[in-house]
């Protein structure tokens, strides 16, 4: 089997999500739903590329179930995260703000800046000029 450990989640909480370290990604049990990684600076640092959700899950909280499992082993095991995908970019703002206890009012700010820095910014996450490159979960 090509997973190397798994995240399990009951019915109410949401799908089961397992790390397929050889493919390096998350993804649900049907591998239908994913989010793709890689590994730089010696492993110290996890830059999620890409999330994926068919057609026929959407609408269904599965890419942020996905982000939550990366964002949870990358915590676990002392990682930053570079988050060149831009789901993740949105979701890791939105992150930030919750843990902070920083108000809403900061929340629309800080999106409001990452939007009007997407078709400037020599990359496609306006969040990593935001924030100085990494999160540090």
């Known amino acids: 089997m090509a997973a190397a ?7 109410t909480e949401g799908p089961r999500i397992v790390w397929n370290k050889k ?14 990684y ?6 110290k640092v996890m830059d999620i590329l890409h999330t994926y959700v068919p057609r ?5 909280g599965m890419a942020s179930h996905l982000c939550v499992a990366a964002f949870d082993h990358a915590k676990s095991h002392s ?8 789901y993740v970019s949105v979701s890791s703002i939105i992150l930030l703000v919750s843990l902070s206890g ?5 929340f629309l700010q800080s999106l409001i800046l990452f939007l009007a820095l997407l078709p400037f910014g020599s990359c ?14």
Do not use: H, W
């Open 5 to 11: 450990s798994a995240t399990t989640a009951s019915a």
């Open 23 to 36: 493919q390096r990604r998350f993804e649900t049990e049907d591998k239908e739903a994913y989010i793709e």
């Open 38 to 43: 890689v590994l730089v600076n010696d492993g």
């Open 56 to 60: 026929s899950k959407r609408g269904l």
């Open 79 to 86: 990682m930053s995260i570079i988050p060149t995908c831009s």
């Open 102 to 106: 920083f108000s809403f009012f900061f």
């Open 124 to 137: 496609y996450c306006g969040m990593i000029c935001m924030f100085g490159g990494f999160i540090n979960l």
